[in-house]
């Protein structure tokens, strides 16, 4: 054996330890779980490698994962036989932040204040690092499935690690030995009662076996299945275990704010099981725009990113797993696959008509799904055409007369004034200057309701599409809106704009004074208390539209 490398952890990883270690308010609680998931991370990624590697399973076929507890000593042991780490893997996975989803806390971090970082903590889970804040060393013995060489990581988490050989024999036979030594205040997590409610309640829909053993010397006994509950029929399952699962493969700890879960036969054999967040994930925004959802085949995980969903649905979190698929072929030509092609629209289908049950079903949860990803599905709008209506469908609206409440356009629709002929709205990236802005006078003044955008993406959509019900899309700030004809709320029979004399004089005063900046300078119907306002001409942009682009330097 040669002697420890020690190594120091990247700057990020330091700074992650050091709060874990200082965080009073946070959720310990999440280290097991976040483990266990490791665990059975590796058993999967080993099943999925030995499609073509039949031989790296050996004789010990199954996954399992197995805690060893000792409470004497104060040592929790988590162990799986999954697919292991090499030497430079664990210098890599364990020193650095190779995670998005850990780059991503991290940078939240930077700007968020102590006591608010620390509940950070709980929500994000973080990982392997949060072993640090129960443990006060951590050793990892791991071998690589099909390596005749084993290592051993140690840290305290204190700033360094190292990395050294090991025997064989001192090493799992294959996969990966976490062993956990309990702070003082931390060492109920080495008694049975606790982690087996721990796993109960965290970890229970995990794919993969848990067993557990009380003492290091005694018999393990098989606390978790590892039956997949998505396989299970929808009867045999309550609530609180679609919840568990849930807070499993999406990383959240809410409750979901709608359940996905159906088999479809046919042509087509798959099984989904997806959720609608309770609450905004925190990679919303995220450029990739990549929807979080796993592609089984026959249980077999082959990607926990799959291209199932289109963007606009990346709020999403679940699973699909297909019987279809074939498993010989690799992870690349299955995203690319007709069958997957199909699989995709599918489901991409199901979950618009289940968010439109939804909304019939229960207003109020729709309303708060929309809050948390209206701006998300809206991006659908200009890049989904195929769904457009059915997206149309399921937007809802703030307008000058839903009283802060959302609206539908059906609703909108159905209270348009006689001789209205367009759904109006306007757009800016203010919502409370947009809605005492001056161009809503004359429609305010006439009871006709429009829509006030006011997210980023709302300039894109409305301007490309076509309508709704027949009724095209009109910005109140372009051309002379029709309202002519529909009349004042208090002056039913109000007559075409007075234009004496003197506004005539003064219309050409300030037509010749503006010269070319303006292209006309009109009397207007819109206005009923603020004096001018500037409109966009008929067919020219839209306002908002033009602000955004001359933002972009186009
Ligand atoms: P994540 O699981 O999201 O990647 P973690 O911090 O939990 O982030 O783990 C970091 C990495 O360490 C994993 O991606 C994996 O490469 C490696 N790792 C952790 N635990 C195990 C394990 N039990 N077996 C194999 N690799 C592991
Ligand atoms: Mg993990």
């Not at 973080?126 to 990892?140: N, R």
């Not at 690799?330 to 007709?338: A, F, V």
């Not at 809050?371 to 457009?388: I, Q, S």
């Not at 075409?496 to 292209?519: C, H, I, M, N, R």
């Amino acid at each position: 054996t040669q002697a420890p490398q020690s190594r120091t952890f990247e700057a990020d990883v330091a700074k992650l330890l050091h709060l874990m270690v200082h965080s009073v308010y946070s959720d310990k609680d999440v280290f097991l779980r976040e483990l266990v998931s490791n665990a059975a991370d590796a058993c999967e990624k080993l099943r999925y490698e030995a499609l073509s590697h039949p031989d790296l399973l050996g004789e010990d076929q199954k996954g399992a994962i197995r805690i060893t507890l000792d409470p004497d000593n104060g040592r929790l042991t988590v162990a799986d036989n999954g697919i292991g780490m090499s030497a430079e893997e664990m210098i890599e996975a364990l020193g650095t932040i190779a995670r998005s989803g850990t780059r991503a806390f991290v940078e939240r971090l930077e700007t968020a204040q102590q006591a608010e970082g620390s509940q950070l903590i709980g929500q994000f889970g973080v990982g392997f690092y949060s072993t640090f804040m129960v443990a006060d060393k951590v050793e990892v013995f791991s071998r690589r499935a099909g390596s005749q060489a084993a290592n051993v990581w140690v840290s305290d988490g204190k700033g360094a690690y190292s990395v050294a050989a090991v025997n064989l024999e001192d090493a799992p036979e294959r996969g990966t030995r976490v062993v956990l030594h309990l702070m003082e205040d931390a060492r109920s997590y080495a008694e049975a009662h606790t982690v087996e409610r721990l796993i109960k309640t965290h970890s229970g829909h995990v794919p993969v076996p848990i067993f557990l053993a009380d003492k290091p010397d005694a018999e393990p006994r098989e606390i978790s299945d590892g039956a997949a509950l998505w396989a299970r029929p929808k009867a045999e399952i309550a609530a609180a275990d679609y919840t568990d699962f849930y807070r499993g493969v999406a990383g959240q700890f809410d409750e979901p704010a709608l359940t996905i879960h159906f088999r479809a036969e046919g042509r087509q054999e798959y099984t989904m099981l997806a959720f609608v967040p309770g609450s905004r994930p925190f990679d919303l925004f995220d450029p990739q725009r990549k929807a979080r959802m796993k592609l089984y085949v026959r249980r077999v995980l082959i990607s926990d990113e799959a291209d199932l969903l289109p963007g606009y649905l990346r709020f999403m979190r679940g699973l699909v797993d297909s019987a279809d698929l074939p498993l010989n072929v690799s992870r690349e030509m299955i995203q690319e696959s007709p069958l997957l092609a199909a699989i995709r629209k599918a489901v991409t289908g199901r979950v618009l008509s289940e968010l439109e049950k939804l909304s019939t079903a229960d207003a109020g949860a729709y309303a708060k799904v929309w809050d948390n990803f209206g701006a998300v599905l809206k991006e659908g709008l200009y890049e989904d055409f195929e769904r457009r209506d059915a997206l149309l469908g399921l937007a809802r609206f703030k307008t000058t007369s839903s009283g802060g409440e959302w609206r539908s356009l059906k609703d909108y629709v159905a209270g348009l004034k006689d001789n209205q002929t367009a759904i109006y709205y306007l757009a800016g990236d203010d919502a409370r200057r947009i809605e005492t802005s001056p161009h809503l006078e004359g429609f305010r003044a006439r009871g006709i309701e429009v829509l006030l955008l006011a997210d980023p993406v709302d300039s894109f959509w409305v301007t490309s599409a076509l309508g709704y019900e027949g009724k095209p899309f009109k910005s109140v700030t372009q051309g002379a809106a029709d309202l002519a004809l529909i009349p004042l709320l208090d002056k039913p029979e109000e007559a075409a704009p007075d234009v004496s004399s003197a506004v005539a004089a003064y219309l050409a005063f300030a037509k010749s004074t503006l010269g070319e900046d303006v292209s006309d300078v009109r009397a207007s119907e819109r206005l009923t208390s603020s004096a001018v306002c500037l409109v966009a001409p008929e067919h020219g942009m839209d306002k908002r539209l033009e602000q955004i682009l001359a933002g972009a330097g186009k």
